[in-house]
């Protein structure tokens, strides 16, 4: 397993003066949810998710050496259009990566960002985003090393994502990660996301259709969110069932247990929730249309018997997850009976996804 110092590199071997790539990168949606960090963007309790497919952030990365090193230089673009509110968040990002990644300060920058959900979807871009810069950033490193391993490229991608919003470490691979030390989880570590293999075939192809119940602001931000786990009365007791969850939601993944899958990934939201709900200072980020759908939910799966279940993040979305062979059922029952609840009756068909995908 990698650490801190596996990722301050040794002086690198090529030059290269200019050049572009292009990678995209997922969102990804948490089963067992990070909530609540420590200093450096480790996280207070371990984390699972299904790495998405159709949304995404497709980033090109342009780069030119300067005449004077010092300082970072670089424009930001989302959608073609020049984006100078990004700008806090990347400086932010390049100053507490730049130890891993010295050359930061030796180019100028150009970074072309575009995402494939709709913007103000109340859909986070932080994951997809900083997983595809990482990796792109990488993608430089790795012409200024030649000699490095896939593995460690993927690694440190994952890792320098994660510096940049946590669960953006788990969006680099697929198609189920974990994140977070783990005591029965080989080679789990908090400094990055690593794939979970045991996976029955019946999750393989689990897919993933997002209610847009509010299409507005986060009205907490993540920072402040993670805050609030600080002195929290319930935190400690929410951070040994994050364990215990992980634990059993891995053996379901593994087996096919859809039931207990259910169970896990339907309480781990309604805990987010309630973390939520019982700090200071406190929150409701559901809105009565996300009760709505999560009640249409339990009473169509207790009538039919179809495994459809919910999660949620820190938001009024509905993420509906169900298996592929009941989709066609689901959709129907989507259409006929959530999608009043959504702003403008909109919704997106995802499902469980590989990772970033190099575009050129
Ligand atoms: O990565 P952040 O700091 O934006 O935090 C994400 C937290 C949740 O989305 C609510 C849960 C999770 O594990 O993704």
């Known amino acids: 397993m990698a650490s801190v110092q596996d990722f301050i590199p040794q002086p690198y071997t090529e030059t290269t003066d200019k050049g572009s790539f292009t990678w995209s990168a997922p969102s990804n949606i948490a089963l067992v949810k990070y909530w609540g960090k420590k200093a450096n963007q480790i996280p207070a309790n371990p984390s699972i998710s299904f790495t998405l497919s159709d949304c995404k952030t497709i980033t090109t990365l342009s780069f030119e050496k300067k005449k004077s090193t010092g300082g970072f230089s670089f424009d930001l673009l989302f959608e073609g259009q020049p984006k100078e509110s990004f700008r806090p968040k990347i400086e932010k990002f390049f100053e507490r990566v730049v130890q891993y990644l010295p050359f930061l300060e030796e180019y100028h920058f150009i970074i072309d960002t575009q995402n494939t959900f709709p913007h103000s979807s109340g859909i986070a871009s932080s994951a997809s985003g900083m997983a595809a810069l990482a990796i792109n950033l990488m993608s430089l490193e790795r012409l200024l090393k030649p000699d490095m391993t896939d593995d460690y490229f993927y690694q440190k991608a994952s890792f320098l994502a994660r510096l940049g919003s946590g669960s953006a470490c788990r969006s680099v691979k697929g198609s ?127 009538e039919t018997g179809v495994p459809v279940c919910f999660t949620l993040d820190a938001g009024a979305n509905v993420h509906v997850l169900y298996p592929e062979n009941v989709a066609s059922k689901v959709l129907a029952f989507i259409k006929a009976e959530l999608l009043g609840y959504c702003q403008n009756n909109q919704y997106i068909c995802d499902k469980i996804g590989t990772g970033v995908v190099f575009v050129g």
């Open 176 to 302: 189920v990660v974990i994140w977070g030390n783990h005591e029965t989880t080989d080679n789990s570590t908090d400094l990055y996301g690593i794939p979970y293999a045991e996976v029955h075939d019946v999750f393989k192809t689990y897919q993933d259709t997002i209610l847009l119940v509010d299409k507005g602001e986060k009205q907490v931000s993540s920072t402040v969110g993670h805050d609030l786990m600080h002195g929290h009365p319930f935190a400690q007791q929410r951070f040994a069932q994050a364990h215990e969850n992980l634990t059993a939601i891995k053996r379901a993944l593994a087996t096919g247990d859809v039931d207990t899958f259910i169970k896990i990934t339907e309480s781990e939201a309604l805990t987010l929730h309630a973390m939520m709900m019982t700090s200071l200072p406190y929150f409701i980020l559901m809105k009565p249309n996300t009760l709505e759908i999560i009640n249409k939910i339990w009473q169509y799966r207790a």
